[in-house]
């Protein structure tokens, strides 16, 4: 009785709302869901809505604003209006959805904001709703497994001088690493997209649930993988995106932190770069540059080129002598969701250029989106420093 | 020509808003602020506002919201009324803040969101704005420090048995740890309060950059901090909160888990667990009954007692035999904001009734915020393991 007692009187000072405190202290049951509906993933961990049908791939949002004159669901490009009940909650239900990650905004009187009911994802430069929408077994990939092995994703600051301050970086090393205090490892760096930032790959990417799967089933050699933030802010009394190049950051300020603070190998056979979407962009302008430095590389709807390009000119002529270009890179992995502008044409000409060493692959039935980015690490990572 | 070309062709791609590209991508002057007002460290990278003046301590909000009636400020338990311009730009000014972390929300016709312009933290059970009003050289401990080593916090998943599903938890280590592979290190258990996660120490709190700096300085141990989730999460078919027993979880399976794949030091002597708020009282629940386990603790914000209790009684009569729990507990740190609710009777009445290894901790000027918890953190952290 002391326990409870005392424990009341926590709960007292914690002025907390008795809504509140019997929903998250107490296990109260939630209101049941619709039939065929559960909460998303991506939710906060009390919040109901948004719930998903996993078999129609439909959500169904919910906003508590009596006081509103206009509520809508702004997800995947399309705007929802939303219809009010006699409490004041608005509600609607989205078309069905490809399986995945997807950004979502709710309209409160016109305003874009933030659903108070999911997890926080940086994308287009703010912090965003998400929801996943769940698949059957192809997504075991990049599910957490727990009868493997997992490595972990490091967060760590480092001084670069072109920046002229702290930059934040995640690095996953596998499960392994700890193991074998001895053992050095190859390096892919991993770019993130415009607008989001060095925690998509792991937040929205789900990246050390596919790594860990990889490499515990053999299928990827065990490497460190480096995510790195493909913006330059300014110093923070400014706040504006700074035009200094970021391969320049890459080359001379973030791998060497890397090659200091984690047991790496140091040459252009261990170390690849690949990027997705404006990512992509970057590890074709940070690779093609310093060829002495990478000899693997792979753009996920990374705007390869455009249609009509003379492909024996684009990237200043990196692909004018085939063989030579061959020698150099044993990878060029480029990558796209059927359902956006792909690079296929670009890819044919340069196959039929003689380009060898390049791998295109397409991801069935999805757009310029996360789990093309998903599947396109999935094929990726395996194909690397063997 | 050519490069710029292709870069531009990308953008077009991309269908981002002349706006956003320039804002985002060319580093375009923002507009001025208001003499003696900076964007806060706590916005996103390209937002101007919450824009903070460091002397008055006090800071202007800003928000886009033509078409709202009406929209508010909540911000450290008071509500601010914004005012509209001809464009539709709400805007108020602050009353003077305490230094460090505060939460707040944008009320836009009176349902409470994020504002946009802030980076995420997790607070009241929801992905919340926040503002850090800067301080002068006090906060030098708190804030990244370019010259010295840094540790990490690394990211880590665990399979949880009574939980029956993965856990997640954060991990710092210090700059040393991947320096001295044959070294064991002793453990920190830093647990956060109501309505926060795993994050919060380090998002919230700076843990890292103190921990850091304490550590190079020589003030203290190098140790290893876990910090892991207080709050126990059902399956996510379910959204509620368990009512098992998070003592249970820290016990039996987080210890495990971090001594298996950390090289600690496997102890009582060499382990200290601390909390602040929900998670101090966590703290004694689970050090109490565990004394086997655990010889330091500390408890920031904690609810230690209520007035009037009979300390030879409180948590099941641990303090009845003052000479004993001498012997078992090096430390108890007991820390407070002068301006909230102090367990300073307890105290008192504790250390009347014989108890020796008791420290009392006052923050100055500070209520039940970070800033408290951020100073009791670099207070207690530096009487560890000596």
């Not at 608005?90 to 016109?110: E, K, M, N, R």
């Not at 480096?226 to 995106?241: E, H, Y």
């Not at 990558?335 to 690079?343: A, H, I, L, V």
Request: charged residues 20%.
């Amino acid at each position: 009785m002391k326990k409870i007692a005392l424990f009341l009187s926590v709960m007292m000072i914690c002025s907390i709302t008795s809504a509140q405190f019997a929903g998250g202290m107490f296990g109260q049951q939630p209101e049941p869901l619709p039939d065929g509906y559960k909460p998303a993933s991506t939710n906060t961990f009390l919040a109901q809505y948004p719930a998903v049908n996993a078999q129609t791939r439909q959500a169904i949002f919910r906003v508590v604003a009596p006081h509103a004159d206009n509520v809508a669901l702004d997800l995947a490009g399309k705007k929802y209006s939303m219809t009010k009940d006699e409490k004041g909650i608005w509600t609607c239900t989205s078309d069905p959805q490809v399986v995945g990650f997807h950004y979502y905004a709710i309209l409160i009187d016109s305003v874009p904001v933030m659903d108070r009911n999911t997890e926080a994802f940086f994308g287009s430069n703010w912090e965003s709703s998400g929801i996943e929408i769940p698949e059957g077994p192809e997504g075991d990939y990049y599910r957490f497994n727990k009868n493997i092995p997992h490595g972990q994703v490091r967060s760590l600051y480092y001084w670069s001088e072109i920046n002229g301050m702290e930059r934040h970086c995640n690095v996953y090393v596998p499960a392994e690493y700890e193991m074998n205090t001895d053992k050095t490892y190859p390096v892919m760096y991993l770019l993130h997209g415009w607008g989001e930032d060095e925690n998509g790959w792991s937040n929205q990417g789900h990246m050390a649930n596919i790594m860990d799967g990889l490499i515990h089933a053999g299928k990827a050699v065990p490497m460190i993988v480096v995510m790195d933030c493909g913006d330059i802010k300014t110093n923070s009394d400014v706040r504006k995106a700074s035009t200094n190049d970021v391969t320049q950051i890459y080359i001379n300020d973030l791998m060497p932190f890397i090659e200091k603070t984690f047991r790496t190998k140091n040459d252009r056979q261990n170390r690849a770069m690949a990027g997705l979407s404006r990512g992509g962009f970057q590890t074709t302008m940070t690779v093609f540059a310093n060829l002495d430095k990478f000899a693997w590389m792979g753009t996920f709807s990374g705007f390869f080129s455009r249609p009509n390009q003379d492909v024996t000119e684009i990237f200043n002529g990196v692909f004018k002598d085939p063989a030579a270009f061959d020698k150099q890179m044993n990878l060029l992995f480029i990558s796209t969701g059927t359902e956006e502008r792909t690079p296929k044409e670009a890819v044919e000409a340069l196959k039929a250029h003689g380009i060898k060493n390049i791998v295109y692959h397409e991801s069935q039935g999805t757009a310029h989106e996360w789990l093309t980015w998903r599947r396109a690490l999935n094929e990726f990572a395996p194909r690397l420093f063997k």
